[in-house]
Each structure stands twice: as structure tokens, then as C-alpha cells.
Nanobody, 119 residues
Framework: QVQLVESGGRLVQAGGSLRLSCAAS????????MGWFRQAPGKEREFVGR????????YYADSVKGRFTISRDNAKNTMYLQMNSLKPEDTAVYYC????????????WGQGTQVTVSS
């Protein structure tokens, strides 16, 4: 069982930056691929990006590519989402998720953290 807790969400102006954190429980964190997702009001959950267990491989949705960066510190059991050049359309609840089998199946989810970008 893995527990995930996101933090760092807040209100920020357009063009600003924000870093979200995802703290994970358990000693097997380093083996899990991890992902970030978001859900805006009235919209379906959207994939944001993904990072391999080692942190050596990342993949991003086109909507955030070049603006968002995912990283992880396995010694701290924590994953990060650095968000730059934020836009109002980035407003959403952001969730982190764990993919233990590294097959694109996210079995564990955090509770989410709200990011609001004002224009």
C-alpha cells in the first residue's frame, strides 16, 4: 500500500511559477513510475506528465511541455512538479499517482492540491 500526499497548491498570477510536491509512504517508492494529473472544474481528469522510477525518463502532455518539469528525490520519497509560465487554463486540482507495475496503471492516488491561476 502506498499513500500519497500532495502539497504546494495555491493562488498564483498568470506568468508565475509554482512547485508542487508529492510525498509518498513506503520503502519501494524508488521502484515506482509516478505521474501527475489534473482536473479542472467541469472537465475530465487530464494527464500532465510522468517520471520513471529512477527519474531518468520523463514524458509530458503537449499542453505543458516546455513549461512544466517533473523530478523526484527518491531519498526523500518525494516527487515534484515545477510549473512555470502558468496560464489561467492551468487552474485545476492536481493529483499525483503511483504506477507500481510501470505499465501505465496508476493504482494509488493522492487527495489533490488546488492550483488557481488568476489572469
Amino acid at each position: 500500500q502506498v499513500q500519497l500526499v500532495e502539497s504546494g497548491g495555491r493562488l498564483v498570477q498568470a506568468g508565475g511559477s509554482l512547485r508542487l510536491s508529492c510525498a509518498a509512504s513506503g520503502q519501494t517508492f524508488r521502484w515506482y513510475a509516478m505521474g501527475w494529473f489534473r482536473q479542472a472544474p467541469g472537465k475530465e481528469r487530464e494527464f500532465v506528465g510522468r517520471i520513471s522510477g529512477s527519474g531518468g525518463s520523463t514524458y509530458y502532455a503537449d499542453s505543458v511541455k516546455g513549461r512544466f518539469t517533473i523530478s523526484r528525490d527518491n531519498a526523500k520519497n518525494t516527487m515534484y512538479l515545477q510549473m512555470n509560465s502558468l496560464k489561467p487554463e492551468d487552474t485545476a486540482v492536481y493529483y499525483c499517482a503511483a504506477d507500481p507495475k510501470n505499465r501505465g496503471d496508476y493504482d494509488y492516488w493522492g487527495q489533490g492540491t488546488q492550483v488557481t491561476v488568476s489572469s
